[in-house]
T-cell receptor, first 111, second 117 residues
Framework: DAKTTQPNSMESNEEEPVHLPCNHS???????IHWYRQLPSQGPEYVIH???SNVNNRMASLAIAEDRKSSTLILHRATLRDAAVYYC????????????FGKGTRLHILP | SAVISQKPSRDICQRGTSLTIQCQVD?????MFWYRQQPGQSLTLIAT?????????ESGFVIDKFPISRPNLTFSTLTVSNMSPEDSSIYLC??????????????FGPGTRLTVL
């Protein structure tokens, strides 16, 4: 599986935008970029995913670099409830059924 | 979306015993997945369970230690056998959404917190 690299932790102030980076320099042409997050004491939950174009949904935006070797999850206005571990994951076109988790980024939100 | 429940939510067990964890989904799904999350760590995939066939285990996990059943499209069990304190973890099941594959969404259960004394 192609690997992703994320910072171990990040901090942000409440009500400010948060940009969570992810590097995936060995991504293949058919890999989808997925983001999940895990709130304290809960199972992971889906946030967003994309292939080549930037994506928006009610939770976040996903900005994908033109060469697809990196992406950024954008939380437009962080709240205390967004404090979680955020995982950037590649799901490949061959074995796309299973998700392999990396270490993720622990996001701290400061009130 | 899919709603997943797990039983038990937590348990404390003695070493050498076995525990069976149940995973129930509110809709029929093709693939179910079992993960382990050790304290302070990320999730590690144990195995993929398809209905009607044997589970496929990831490297480092074997059927004798983690037997899995998948009797129908809404239910699966994971047994942690001959437990040791190193098996203390959260065990989670997950399923793909309406579709499967690289562009689908996975849904996760709340997890079973296991402590082995």
């Amino acid at each position: 599986d192609a690997k992703t690299t994320q910072p171990n932790s990040m901090e942000s102030n409440e009500e400010e935008p948060v940009h969570l980076p992810c590097n995936h320099s060995t991504i293949s042409g058919t890999d989808y970029i997925h983001w999940y997050r895990q709130l304290p004491s809960q199972g992971p939950e889906y946030v967003i995913h994309g292939l080549t174009s930037n994506v928006n949904n009610r939770m976040a935006s996903l900005a994908i670099a033109e060469d697809r070797k990196s992406s950024t999850l954008i939380l437009h206005r962080a709240t205390l409830r967004d404090a979680a571990v955020y995982y950037c994951i590649l799901r490949d076109g061959v074995e796309g059924d299973k998700i392999i988790f990396g270490k993720g980024t622990r996001l701290h939100i400061l009130p | 979306s899919a709603v997943i429940s797990q039983k038990p939510s937590r348990d404390i067990c003695q070493r050498g015993t076995s525990l069976t964890i149940q995973c129930q989904v509110d809709s029929q799904v093709t693939m179910m997945f079992w993960y382990r999350q050790q304290p302070g760590q990320s999730l590690t995939l144990i195995a993929t369970a398809n209905q009607g066939s044997e589970a496929t285990y990831e490297s480092g996990f074997v059927i004798d230690k983690f037997p899995i059943s998948r009797p129908n499209l809404t239910f699966s069990t994971l047994t942690v056998s001959n437990m040791s304190p190193e098996d203390s973890s959260i065990y989670l099941c997950s399923v793909d959404g309406l579709t499967s594959g690289s562009h689908s969404t996975q849904y996760f259960g709340p997890g079973t917190r296991l402590t082995v004394l």
